[in-house]
C-alpha cells in the first residue's frame, strides 16, 4: 500500500490567508482542492517532501457558477459534477457540458474541481510510476535524475498535459483570473501554461487560480472529442476541441482548434481558419480539418499507446468533432 508523508494541513477561510500561508512556505506548499491528482502523486513521492498542504475547501465564493454580461463565469472550487449538470453552461455550450460530464468518473467528479483540472500535473509514463518503480531507471528530470526517457538527447521533460476542460475552455478564449501575493492578474488560460513538463503553469509562488471567464458569441459553436482505452475511466492519450464562429447562414468567419496530450502544453491551432474561412461545415471540410491537425502534430511515447497510432486517432478526432458541427448532427464527445 502507498502511504502519505506527513505534512501539515491548513484550510484557510479566505483567499488572503490562503496566500500568506503559501507565500510563508516559499513555494514548498501545496495547494489542495479535490485532491485526486495531487493525492496519488503526494503518495508516489513526485514531488519529495511537502511539508504542508492548503486547502481551499472552506474559502467562499471559488464554487460560484454564474453569468454576468455575456461572460460565464466559472469559479475554481466548482465541483466538474456541477459544471457538468449546470443548466448555465449547458446553455451557453452544450459540448462544455459533456466535457465536464466525460473526465474520470462520476465518484471523481464529486470531488474534482474546475481549479484542479486546469493545474493538474503534466503525465508520463515514467513518473507515475511509485518511487522503488522510477529508482530503477535512475529517476528523470521531473524527479530525481538528469535524462529523459522519453526524448533521452531532449534537456525538456515532455510530459503531457493530460486534462480535458482546459482544452475545451482554450477554444473558447477563456480567460483565468489569479490572485497572488502581488494581487491579482488576468491571463488568456492558453497563457497559463509553458512547455517545460517539470513545472508548466506559469504561476508564481503563492498563486492561486480563483476563477475562469468564458466569453459568450453569438453564432460560436464549440465540439470537443477524446479518446482513451477504457471508457468508464481514463485519462485522455489524445483530445482535440474545435471552436468555429459563423454568420447566421453558417458561413465560417473564425476557427481554432486545441490539441492536449502532446507535451506540457495544449497546442492551439488557429491557422486552421485559412482551411475554414468562408465556408460552411462539410464532410469534406471535415476531412480537411483531420489532416490538417493530422499534418501538425506528433505525439511521443510520453503517455500509453503507440504514438502513432494516437497521431492517427487524432487525425479521427478531430474529424469527428468537425462533423459533430454541422447542421442538426448530435454533439458526442466520445464513440
Ligand atoms: C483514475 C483517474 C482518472 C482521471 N481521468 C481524467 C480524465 O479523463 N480527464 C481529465 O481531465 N482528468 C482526469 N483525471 C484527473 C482529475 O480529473 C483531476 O485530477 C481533477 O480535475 C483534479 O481536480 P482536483 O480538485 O482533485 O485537484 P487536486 O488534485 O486537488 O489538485 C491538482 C493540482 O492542481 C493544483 N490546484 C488545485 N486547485 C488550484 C487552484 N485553484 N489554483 C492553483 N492550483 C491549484 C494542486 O496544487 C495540484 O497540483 C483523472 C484522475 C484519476 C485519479
Ligand atoms: S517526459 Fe521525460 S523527464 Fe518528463 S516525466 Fe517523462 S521521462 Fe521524465
Known amino acids: 500500500m502507498l502511504r502519505l508523508q506527513p505534512f501539515a494541513l491548513k484550510s484557510p477561510q479566505s483567499l488572503t490567508e490562503a496566500v500568506e500561508l503559501l507565500s510563508q512556505q516559499r513555494g514548498q506548499a501545496k495547494i489542495l482542492a479535490g485532491g485526486t491528482d495531487l493525492l496519488p502523486n503526494l503518495k508516489h513521492r513526485i514531488y519529495g517532501e511537502v511539508p504542508m498542504l492548503v486547502s481551499l475547501r472552506r474559502i467562499a465564493g471559488l464554487q460560484r457558477i454564474e453569468r454576468q454580461g455575456d461572460e460565464l463565469i466559472l469559479g475554481a ?89 482546459p482544452i475545451a475552455l482554450i477554444a473558447l478564449e477563456a480567460e483565468v483570473d489569479i490572485t497572488g501575493p502581488h494581487g491579482e492578474r488576468t491571463l488568456l488560460l492558453a497563457e497559463l501554461y509553458n512547455s517545460n513538463g517539470v513545472y508548466h503553469l506559469n504561476l508564481q509562488p503563492g498563486e492561486i487560480v480563483v476563477r475562469v471567464r468564458v466569453p459568450i458569441v453569438p453564432n460560436r459553436k464549440l465540439a470537443f472529442r477524446k479518446w482513451s482505452v ?106
Open 77 to 165: 472550487g466548482v465541483k466538474l459534477a456541477h459544471l457538468e449538470k449546470s443548466e448555465l453552461v449547458r446553455q451557453a455550450y452544450p459540448a462544455l457540458a459533456l466535457t465536464f460530464g466525460e473526465i474520470a468518473s462520476p465518484q471523481i467528479r464529486n470531488m474534482a474541481t474546475l481549479g484542479g483540472n486546469l493545474c493538474l500535473d503534466t503525465r508520463c509514463t515514467y513518473i507515475n510510476q511509485t518511487e522503488f518503480w522510477r529508482e530503477a531507471l535512475g529517476g528523470c528530470l521531473k524527479a530525481l535524475g538528469d535524462v529523459c526517457h522519453v526524448v533521452p538527447k531532449g534537456r525538456n521533460c515532455v510530459a503531457a498535459f493530460s486534462a480535458d476542460s
Open 230 to 335: 477504457r471508457r468508464a475511466i481514463d485519462f485522455p492519450l489524445v483530445n482535440v476541441a474545435l471552436r468555429i464562429d459563423t454568420t447566421d447562414s453558417g458561413e465560417i468567419v473564425d476557427a481554432v482548434a486545441v490539441v492536449g496530450v502532446l507535451g506540457a502544453k495544449p497546442r492551439v491551432l488557429d491557422s486552421i481558419e485559412a482551411i475554414c474561412a468562408g465556408q460552411t461545415m462539410s464532410a469534406e471540410l471535415a476531412e480537411a480539418i483531420g489532416d490538417f491537425v493530422f499534418s501538425k502534430c506528433r505525439p511521443v511515447p510520453n503517455v500509453p499507446y503507440d504514438h502513432l497510432y494516437r497521431r492517427d486517432m487524432l487525425r479521427a478526432q478531430a474529424r469527428r468533432a468537425a462533423l459533430s458541427l454541422m447542421p442538426g448532427q448530435p454533439l458526442s464527445v466520445r464513440d
